[in-house]
């Protein structure tokens, strides 16, 4: 009230000019509203936020699982996508592309009692991710756990020779029985490889089968001393 008195004065006294009136006024505006700007920047930012927790571009070759407060809501296919901010989360996106794992060495027992290390490459592709997500806790894990014990059942019934010669039939039996087993999360078994099947001998055996070559060469040694006649030649 006073800065408006004063200002309303400014025409009769030449001391008061129009310009001090218009600090006076703007003074009057800070003093009055000073959150006015830091309101503006706080919807601003606010409004981004939502945008960006609104709008998911999901890649080629992706599928992306939303929950909608806690439950599974729908799967996101490539492209641009909408959510509902807050109340939608977007879980790790699934890659749906064909995945070659090579699994390490397995110890394998024949029929005929031979131990022998297969090598195994699994192809396999997820083809529903929401099975992926939620009927297993980690696909690729049970994946090798599943291929580690068939190759231990479809291997244990063969004997060595059969396991090495029936390399094709081996693959057909662990990729039908992979394929069914992998049906119910979302997962297809392409193909099946045996990399590399060797026989592995045990290590007892290997110390003895030295000693025993260490042993016949120092009696041929002893032999090739000795004359015909079995006099020790000096």
Known sequence: ???????????????????????VHELRERLLYPK?????????????????????????????VVERLGRYHKTLMPGLNI????????RPLVD????VVSFPPQPVITEDNLVVSID???????????????????????????????????VGGLNLEE?????????GQLRVVLDEATGKWGIRVGRVELAVIA????????HLGERLDARVSAADEDEG??????????
């Open 1 to 23: 009230t006073s800065s408006t008195a004063w200002c309303g004065a400014a025409t009769t006294s030449p001391m008061r000019s129009a310009d001090g009136c218009a600090a």
């Open 36 to 64: 006015a700007g830091w309101l503006s920047l706080g919807i601003v930012i606010f409004v981004i936020v939502v945008i960006a927790r609104s709008v998911r571009i999901i890649p080629q070759a992706y599928s992306g």
């Open 83 to 90: 959510l509902v901010p807050f109340i939608d989360r977007l």
């Open 96 to 99: 749906m592309r064909e995945t």
């Open 120 to 154: 195994t490459v699994v192809y396999f592709q997820v083809t529903d991710a929401r099975a992926a997500t939620y009927e297993i806790a980690n696909y690729l894990a049970a994946v090798e756990q599943l291929t580690t014990t068939t190759l231990r059942n479809v």
């Open 163 to 171: 396991a090495l010669t029936s390399r094709d039939n081996i693959n």
């Open 199 to 206: 026989q592995r001998v045990p290590r007892h055996v290997l």
């Open 225 to 234: 001393q000795r004359s015909p006649a079995g006099v020790l030649v000096h």
